[in-house]
């Protein structure tokens, strides 16, 4: 029996599958699901204090992308299609004590109920962080989230200056693990975890959804009629690129993998990479809570068939069999694998 059993910095889980904050799990029923479904910590929607936030819910959008490019009705999906979306916040009116309500379950079943707060400005963000550690077991600050780039109700903050003023006017005010989520397109990735790592963050989650756009050659309409975000399992390799690079550089800071799992094998992948623990948002979305005790179940017998008796085992294992390109042998030739007769 392999030991799915992890930790994010103070914090224990009994596994290291998460359902990350999303549509999923802005209600109190979704997020109970999850729980019920295994998972070893829930994310709840993320909230700020901007009223333009929760409003912003009100043009909030979701279009499903099969693989050669064209609209699936949601009713159709097959569950590995690429999302494209453009959402809000939830309202932060009985909120609290939603998340107390359900982190009494949480308790009740080994697992977490963890807030989250995308970020507008950082004293609002204190505040709340600080009324939300009453009632969560950690608070998760996401600071990366694409819509800033696009919306004026939040901030996506890609410069290791302000990710350090952001970072640390929270953890000033919070007695409870933080983690901070961090946005996808940045300068470097590595320099804004070092920041929030320096800035007192117990553990940074890695990465945020890309920005997207995507128009129909038909009718020459953007699908959605605006740009969106990106999440899908197209996202995986990229992400997995920036938790094992960040691995690399600091290999005592703890990483929350997020944006392209969709499976027990992936979420070994982000472990492989780097990463104690991993969230899934899209997948949730488009298969439903029991993805998540689908991958409870797969990680196991995936960690043991690559020899992996605990989960801690296969932190970074990838990582360290990784060469640079500079240690790798060459060849006589290079290869031409295009040329390759696919009858072969």
């Known amino acids: 029996m392999t030991d799915l059993s992890t930790t994010i910095g103070p914090l224990r889980l009994k596994n290291p599958v998460m ?35 929760a409003r912003q819910l009100l043009i909030a959008d979701y279009a499903l992308l099969d693989r050669a490019g064209d609209q699936v009705d949601w009713r ?12 809000g916040l939830a309202s932060l009116d ?26 507008a400005e950082p004293e609002p963000a204190a505040r709340i962080a600080r009324e939300m550690a009453q009632v969560v077991s950690a608070v998760e600050l996401n600071i990366g989230a694409p819509h ?20 640390s006017t929270v953890r000033a005010a919070l007695d409870a693990p933080l ?8 300068d470097s990735p590595l320099a804004l975890a070092a920041a929030a790592r320096g800035a007192g963050a117990d553990a940074v989650a890695m990465i945020g959804r890309f920005n997207g756009f995507w128009p129909d050659p038909v009718t020459s309409e953007p699908v959605l009629g605006s740009w969106g975000a990106v999440g899908g399992p197209g996202m995986l390799p ?5 938790v094992s690079k960040t691995f690399a550089a600091d290999r005592e800071l703890p990483l929350v993998g997020t944006n392209g799992a969709r499976s027990g094998a992936d979420v070994a992948r982000f472990l492989l990479s780097g990463a104690r623990a ?16 689908g991958c409870v179940r797969d990680l196991g017998a995936v960690l043991a068939a690559g020899g992996y008796a605990r989960v801690t085992d296969a932190i970074g294992a990838a990582v360290d069999r990784a060469r640079s390109y500079a240690d790798i042998p060459a060849r006589a030739e290079p290869p031409r694998p295009w040329e390759t007769d696919p009858a072969e």
Do not use: F
């Open 19 to 53: 359902a990350a904050s999303s549509e999923a799990t802005m209600t109190e029923r979704g997020i109970l699901a999850c729980l019920d479904a295994g998972a070893g910590a829930v994310v709840a929607k993320s909230v700020n204090e901007s009223p333009a936030a």
């Open 76 to 87: 159709r999906r097959g569950g590995d299609e690429t999302l494209l979306c453009r959402s």
């Open 94 to 119: 009985g909120w609290l004590a939603m998340l107390e309500r359900t982190g009494r379950r949480a308790r009740d079943l080994g697992a977490h109920i963890i807030g989250s707060i995308t970020v």
């Open 148 to 167: 800033g780039r696009e919306a004026t109700a939040v901030r996506q903050v890609t410069g290791a200056e302000m990710v350090r003023h952001y970072t």
């Open 179 to 186: 983690i901070v989520k961090l946005p996808a397109q940045a």
């Open 238 to 242: 990229v992400s997995l690129y920036w």
């Open 278 to 293: 991993v969230e899934l948002a899209s997948a949730v979305l488009l298969r439903g809570p029991e993805v998540l005790s």
